[in-house]
């Protein structure tokens, strides 16, 4: 079994929808959850932290659920330029908190 | 502004040649890290590096070195004994309690590799 596991899509969705993907991962002692903003060829950007409580940033929110060990982003109202890959990414304790990537959700936003 | 510095953008590499790409960073950070990526495919851990002088290897280490002389630079070797070097490399770098702290990991321009 995978460590992070996301649906590679492709989201296909139209200008103004929600959008939401998930992303699991098999490690209980995880600690830490990002989402990633990948665009074609270029490199990863931090989209936002994945707090316990869950949290928000403009048209974007993100959840944790740790009983079911999976985390979610939603976005609202999708413009043009969200258009990308979204990365999950879980840092699990131990000592080293090395990062693990799921290998992404792709969403395609058309008019 | 600090950031992390990856060079060149683009590399060609002759079946049998060692190559090295270089990464730089400016943010202070302890922890640094290289990663491929393949078409369609998800970052995969080479080496890191949590401390100058100390590294680890990652899940895909065979035909790579790494050396870590300075906290600000951390170059990857591609070696002869990597039989399919052509992908995309990114290099990432945290703090010492960025990750816990939720701060995340941050990545340079990455370098395309081919191999002709």
């Known amino acids: 079994r995978k460590e992070v596991e996301q649906d590679p899509g492709p989201f296909n969705v139209p200008e103004g929808a929600t959008v939401a993907f998930n992303c699991t991962y098999s490690?209980?002692?995880?600690?830490?959850f990002f989402w990633y903003r990948q665009d074609c060829r270029k490199e990863p950007k931090l989209l936002m932290s994945?707090?316990?409580s869950g949290n928000e940033d403009g048209r974007f929110t993100a959840q944790l659920n740790r009983a079911s060990q999976y985390i979610s982003l939603l976005i609202r109202d999708s413009k043009l330029s969200d258009s990308a890959t979204y990365l999950c990414?879980?840092?699990?304790?131990?000592?080293?908190?090395?990062?693990?990537f799921g290998r992404g959700t792709s969403l395609i936003v058309h008019p | 502004d600090g950031g992390i510095t990856q060079s060149p953008k683009y590399l060609f590499r002759k079946e049998g040649q060692n190559v090295t790409l270089s990464c730089e960073q400016n943010?202070?950070?302890?922890?640094m890290y290289w990663y491929r990526q393949d078409p369609g495919q998800g970052l995969r851990l080479i080496y890191y590096?949590?401390?100058?002088?100390?590294?680890q290897k990652g899940d895909i280490a065979e035909g790579y070195s790494v050396s870590r002389e300075k906290k600000e630079s951390f170059p990857l070797t591609v070696t002869s004994a990597q039989k399919n070097p052509t992908a995309f490399y990114l290099c990432?770098?945290?703090?010492?309690?960025?990750?816990?702290?939720?701060?995340?990991?941050?990545f340079g321009s990455g370098t395309r590799l081919t191999v002709v």
């Open positions: 990432a770098s945290s703090s010492p309690r960025g990750y816990q702290q939720n701060y995340g990991y941050t």
């Open positions: 490690n209980s002692a995880s600690q830490s």
């Open positions: 994945v707090y316990s």
């Open positions: 990414v879980v840092t699990s304790s131990g000592g080293s908190y090395i990062p693990t």
């Open positions: 943010l202070n950070h302890d922890a």
């Open positions: 590096s949590q401390i100058v002088n100390d590294f």
